[in-house]
Each structure stands twice: as C-alpha cells, then as structure tokens.
C-alpha cells in the first residue's frame, strides 16, 4: 500500500479523501490517513503527483486545511539514489546565469572555484540550453577545468522529448553529474533520468514548488517533497538553509534533512544540500545547525563579491569546515 497522511480541517470530513481511491481513517492525533492500492499506481509518480501530492482534494471549497504531511511507499517501490551520500562534507559553487557569462567565462568560474577547494559545481535552475550560453559550449568548458573528484552538474531541463538527448551529450562531453528541476519538466524526469544509469550523480532542483510547501494549509510539506526527490533517484535534494534568503524556518529545514538523509527503507541517504544567500561566512553555521555528514552547503551571489575574488571565497568557506 502507499499510504498518504493529511491534516484536514473543518473536523468530520475524511471521506473526501475516499476520492483517491483508497479507505480513510482519522487517528487519535485528527491526522487522516489514507491507504492508496500500489497495484493503481506503482511508479507512476505523475499521476501520484496530479491526484495525491498536489490533486483536486486540495481545491474542495469545503476544506478549510488539506496539507500533506506525509507520504510512504513500499520498500523498493522506488529506486533511490544511485550513488547517495559521502561521509564527508563539501563546498559547493552555483553558477549565476544572472552574471551574463558566456562559455568561456564559465569555465573562468569553474577554473576559480576548483582551484580555491571547490569539490561541486552547479548549473541555477534557470539557466539551460540558451542562444547565449549554450548548454554544450558551457559544458565543454567547465570539464576542462575540472579535477577527478570534482562533479559538476549542468542543468539539462528543457523540451521533454530531448531531456535524456541533452542529459547523454552533457555526460559525453565531460559532465559528472546532472541537474534537473522535477517540478517544473515534470517528476518523471528524475525517475527517467535515474533509470538510463548514465553513470552520474543527479542533483534534483526543487524549483516550482516553492507555492506549495510554505503554504501553511494546503499541499504538501517540504519534507514530503524532499523524500520523494530521494525516493525518485536524486543523489542531490536541497534541504534549505539556516537563515540566509530562503522561507523555509529551522523546524522545516530539519524536516527536509531528514527527509533526505534519515532511514528510507532500502533508500540509500543523498546528500542533503544547504543553500540560500550563503557566503564563506556561513559555512561553519550551517555545518553546526544541521549535524555533519554527506552535507553540499553551496556558495551563492556573495561568493562572487568576497574580496580577493572566488577562488579565495571557496578557499575560506573550505578552510572554515
């Protein structure tokens, strides 16, 4: 069974939920559950997405509250990580597409933040496959200045019909690992990407559901969202961070790391990354916050005005964990 657990409000009205497909019964603590045969759904989480994530019981005019606050699935249902999470912890650098780089300039970037003790690069989840950074150029750039060890993720979200095309050439011309945005190309993406085995991490961006987890009273939790990201594949799921720019408070970040690294069944743990605003300033706080071990806490905009420049940047974030 996938077993689906809601907060619902007013009192009394369980059996909207009944709609799904499955019984509903509300426990002592008024959380209602609902047990969802997983012969009706197997692995299709896009159609899990449309009906129980994110479905038409969340637009019942009856309903004062419809929050989704948890979502399990049988063991193995779903593959996982393919590779999860290292002991270790690591710095990271994104890319700002917002910098206007071209190329070149990319691998200027990755070229830096290597050399200041960087082990991960990312694409933004806004960049792509663009007349004036062009995914392949980009691509071929940055592996250049990579070192073994280092894994960096070009974001391959696009036209669905060329997703798996662009995520081979990406890995064909030097990318280590690959980075989509599930929600916005859709949650089959990862599960597709996760399955051709391309023999790289995926970093899961979890851009366009940021409307539904800090909506206090319908959707589902950010927890929920991070454990299906894992659930589905990504080796990388962003947990938010502690203060910096992102909505998410510390009960909610502690949620999603647990999500992504605490006991999944047969799930492997993926690395939890922190992000949001963060400088070199922040590393050691955000290590501290979150508890150690197979953490990415990533450098963003502030990264790029350290003094000294990027490379010095990184070296003091390293230095500082």
């Not at 960096?152 to 662009?166: K, Q, W």
């Not at 501290?288 to 990184?314: H, I, Q």
């Amino acid at each position: 069974m996938i077993r689906a657990t809601f907060e619902l409000e007013p009192a009394g009205v369980a059996g909207v939920l009944e709609s799904l497909g499955g019984a509903a019964a509300e426990g002592d603590d008024g959380r209602v559950t609902v047990d969802l045969p997983v012969e009706d759904w197997n692995d299709d989480v896009t159609l899990l997405l449309a009906a129980v994530v994110a479905g038409e019981v969340m637009e019942l005019g009856r309903l004062a509250r419809c929050r989704l606050v948890e979502l399990v699935f049988p063991d193995g249902l779903l593959p996982g990580p393919a590779f999860g999470a290292p002991v270790e912890d690591v710095v990271g650098v994104i890319v700002k597409p917002a910098l206007g780089l071209s190329p070149a300039q990319v691998g200027d970037v990755a070229r830096a933040a290597v050399a200041g003790g960087a082990r991960f690069l990312k694409d933004d989840e806004i960049a792509g496959d663009r007349a004036s950074c062009p995914l392949a150029e980009r691509v071929g750039a940055v592996a250049k200045a990579l070192e073994p060890g280092v894994v960096y993720c070009p974001n391959v979200t696009g036209p669905p019909l060329t997703l798996l095309d662009r995520a081979r050439a990406a890995v064909d011309l030097g990318a280590t690992g690959l980075l989509v945005d599930p929600f916005a190309q859709g949650l089959g993406s990862l599960l597709a990407l996760r399955e051709a085995a391309l023999g790289v991490p995926i970093f899961a961006h979890r851009a366009g559901s940021g409307p539904w987890a800090r909506n206090r009273d319908f959707g589902p939790t950010g927890g929920v969202l991070a454990r299906l990201l894992r659930l589905c594949g990504a080796d990388y799921v962003i947990a938010g961070g502690f203060g910096g720019t992102l909505f998410e408070a510390e009960d909610e970040v502690r949620a999603n790391l647990e999500a992504i690294r605490g006991p999944c069944g047969p799930a492997r743990p993926a690395v939890a990354a922190l992000g949001g605003g963060l400088g070199p300033g922040d590393m050691r706080g955000q290590v501290d916050a979150a508890g150690p071990g197979g953490l990415l806490v990533l450098l963003g905009s502030a990264a790029y005005r350290w003094p000294g420049g990027l490379a010095a940047a990184v070296a003091a974030a390293v230095g500082s964990l």
